[in-house]
């Protein structure tokens, strides 16, 4: 299991709670677990896409399984409200070793911090009765464009991934899971993309995006800096670029990740 890019220090496991807010939106729509009962999620974290799921699902039980002791114990006072609808298992997504079997699964921002995720994908297997529901929703950042061109934000997210490379991670899963899905033999396999394609016309939504990626950015950045990939000097002139983008007469934000769904 690689190192975790942002790390798990309180404010971290806020702001996981906080983008599950800004981007639920996004996520949700299509992601349909209906008639399911027990739900498989890998990497749940904090439990902040639990939470969603719970409130979205009233019939689920969900397993959160997570390899950090400290996110498992925060998930559970962020969940303590579910009760017995939430089981926990701190565990190597790659080397699962659990009770029961899953009628559905559900995946959100954690293949990327996964070095062979997959194994993933082959270690669940096992876990999911036929016709099991899945849905996975990662990462595509080869596809974040901004206007107008800015090199203190270009530096950093070229170091950002970087970074995330050097410790095992893949900030490009997304675009990879249909072939890495196909592969370890899974059945009705449909890509999807959504995102943010934001300018002047949405300003309230382009300012709140641009501060969400701040936040974003910045959860790496001791990392990184210790990586000697940045230095702080290079933190704050990125803040600064994308301040700039939210307040551009031409000002353009782009960026897409990938949904996928499959059966076994």
Known sequence: MTAYLHGFIPEEQQRLMDQAGVLGSLIYPRIDFSGCKKLLEVGSGVGAQTEVLLRLFPDLEITC??????????????????????????????????????????????????????????????????????????????????????????????????????????????????NLLFQAGYEEIELFHEGFHLDQRQPEDLLKITRYWQELMKSAASGMIEADLITKAD????????????????????????????SV
């Open 235 to 262: 933190t704050s002139a990125m803040e600064n670029d994308l301040d700039r983008i939210a307040k551009d007469e031409n000002a353009v934000f782009f960026y897409h990740f990938v949904q996928v769904s499959a």
């Open 65 to 178: 399984v997570d390899y950090s002791q400290s996110q498992i114990e925060r998930a559970k006072q962020n969940l303590a409200f579910a009760g017995d609808r939430v089981s926990f298992a701190c565990q190597d997504a790659t080397k699962l070793d659990l009770d029961e079997k899953f009628d559905s699964v559900f995946i959100c921002w954690a293949l990327e911090h996964i070095p062979d995720a997959y194994k993933v994908l082959q270690t669940i297997k096992p876990y999911l009765l036929p016709k099991a529901k899945l849905w996975f929703t990662e990462v595509f950042n080869s596809s974040f464009y901004f206007n107008p061109p800015l090199p203190a934000l270009t530096k950093f997210y070229a170091a950002y991934n970087e970074f995330q490379r050097s410790l095992g991670g893949n900030p490009d899963i997304g675009a990879n899971l249909g």
